[in-house]
C-alpha cells in the first residue's frame, strides 16, 4: 500500500527505468521503495529481517532484483543471501501487489546483480558468481573461478553473451558466453576493486579499484588510465559509461574523472589538495601517454560518493557527501550545484536513458524529472 518514504534511512542504491517513470531505492533495513510515475506516487515494501544491497531492473520495469542477506533480528548475523525477483500487479487502481521469487546463494552478503533487457539472464555475486539463464527459475553457481573470492561487482552487455567480474584483492575476470567459462584477465592487476562498467556491445569496460582500467577489446587486453595515475589515501566510489562506451566517468574521494574518448584521455574536476600536490611534482601526477586538464567549475574538494549518465553521455549526475547534487549538461565540461537539492550525505545517484529524470538518496530520497533543475522531496502524496 501506498506509505510516506521515510527521511533517513540506510539508503544502499537506486535504479531507474531508460523512460525514467519506475523508479527504485533499496536499504540495509529492508526496504523496497518504487514509483510508477517518474516520483509522483510513492510505494513501500518493507521487513526488517532482509538488508539489500543492490537494486537493478529491467527496462520495461516488469521484473525488479534484488540482492542482499537475510538477518537475524536486529540484523545482527546474515543468515543466508540471495536475490529477490520482484513482479507486480495492481488491485484497482492504487493498490500494489507483489510477487516474490527469492533465491538463495551461498554464504556471505550477496553484493550485487546484472540482468539483460528482458530479464532471462541474470547474474549476482557473493562469495561466488551465480548465473541464471531462465529468469530465475534455476540458478548455476560458477565453479571455473576456482576459489573463493570477495565479489563487488558485475555487469554485462545487453544480450548476455559478455560478463565482468571484480573483487577485492584479486585480478578482473571475464566470461565471453553467458557466464558458462570465466577467465582471468592477466593483463589486468590484483587490487581492491570496487566497481565495473560495461557497453551494451561488450567491447567497452572500465573497473574502478585503487586506480582506473580500461578494456576496449572486451576485457582481453586492460589499459591503466595512466592520466588519472595510481592514488595513494584514495579511492574510487563508482564508475559510469555511455552505452556506447565512448564516454566514461569515475569518481572518488574528492575527484571526478571523466573521458569522452574511450579512457584515452581524461578531464579531472578541480581538488585544491590535489592540485598543489601534482603542481609540486609528486608522484600521484601519474604519467605516460594522454593529457589530461583540470575543470574548476566545482571550486573545492568533495567526498564524492556515486555518478551516472545518460545514454550518450551528454547528461551526468554525481552524488558526495556533506554536498548538494551536482550535474553536467555538457559530458562533463561545466558541472553546476542543483540549488534545489540540500547538502547532506547523499550516496547514490541514477538517471534515465535521456538524462530527463533523476534520482538521489542520502539522508533524504529526492528526484528530478527536468534534467536536474528542479527537484523534489519523496514524501507523503
Aim: glycine share 12%; aromatic share 10%; net charge negative.
Amino acid at each position: 500500500a501506498e506509505q510516506r518514504v521515510p527521511g533517513h534511512r540506510d539508503w544502499t542504491d537506486v535504479e531507474v527505468s531508460p523512460d525514467g517513470q519506475t523508479i527504485c531505492a533499496v536499504t540495509g533495513a529492508g526496504d523496497l521503495i518504487s514509483s510508477y510515475d517518474g516520483g509522483e506516487t510513492w510505494y513501500k515494501w518493507t521487513d526488517d529481517f532482509y538488508r539489500f544491497n543492490a537494486v537493478r531492473m529491467t527496462p520495461d520495469a516488469s521484473k525488479i532484483f534484488t540482492v542482499g542477506n537475510e538477518q537475524w533480528a536486529g540484523g545482527y548475523g546474515a543468515s543466508d543471501t540471495g536475490v529477490w525477483i520482484w513482479t507486480h500487479y495492481w488491485q484497482g487502481s492504487s493498490n500494489i501487489i507483489w510477487d516474490v521469487n527469492k533465491k538463495n546463494t551461498a554464504s556471505g552478503e550477496c553484493e550485487d546483480v546484472a540482468t539483460t533487457p528482458d530479464g532471462v539472464i541474470i547474474a549476482a555475486v557473493s562469495n561466488n558468481i551465480w548465473i541464471s539463464r531462465d529468469g530465475g527459475s534455476s540458478w548455476q553457481q560458477d565453479i571455473s573461478v576456482g576459489s573463493t573470492k570477495a565479489w563487488r561487482g558485475i555487469a554485462m552487455s545487453s544480450d548476455g553473451s559478455k560478463m565482468v567480474a571484480v573483487a577485492s584483492g584479486a585480478k578482473i575476470w571475464m566470461s565471453g558466453d553467458s557466464g558458462d567459462i570465466w577467465e582471468e584477465a592477466t593483463s589486468s592487476p590484483s587490487e581492491d576493486w570496487r566497481d565495473v562498467a560495461i557497453s551494451s556491445d561488450g567491447s567497452k569496460i572500465i573497473a574502478a579499484g585503487d586506480s582506473l582500467f580500461t578494456s576496449s577489446d572486451g576485457g582481453t587486453t586492460w589499459v591503466q588510465a595512466s592520466t588519472v595515475g595510481t592514488r595513494r589515501f584514495f579511492q574510487w566510489r563508482g564508475v559510469a559509461m555511455s552505452s556506447d562506451g565512448t564516454q566514461m566517468a569515475a569518481c572518488g574521494y574528492g575527484e571526478i574523472w571523466t573521458s569522452m574518448d574511450t579512457g584515452a584521455t581524461w578531464l579531472r574536476e578541480a581538488n585544491f589538495d590535489t592540485d598543489a600536490y601534482l603542481r609540486g611534482g609528486g608522484e600521484d601526477a601519474g604519467g605516460g601517454p594522454g593529457t589530461w586538464q583540470e575543470d574548476i567549475s566545482v571550486g573545492s574538494t568533495k567526498e564524492w560518493s556515486g555518478i551516472a549518465m545518460s545514454d550518450d553521455g551528454s547528461k551526468m549526475v554525481a552524488s558526495a557527501y556533506r554536498s548538494k547534487i551536482w550535474i553536467s549538461g555538457d559530458t562533463g565540461d561545466i558541472w553546476e550545484e542543483a540549488t534545489g537539492t540540500p547538502s547532506e550525505i547523499w550516496l547514490d545517484v541514477a538517471i534515465s536513458s535521456d538524462g530527463s529524470k533523476m534520482i538521489a538518496a542520502g539522508d533524504s530520497l529526492f528526484t528530478s524529472s527536468d534534467g536536474g533543475t528542479t527537484w523534489v522531496q519523496a514524501s507523503t502524496v
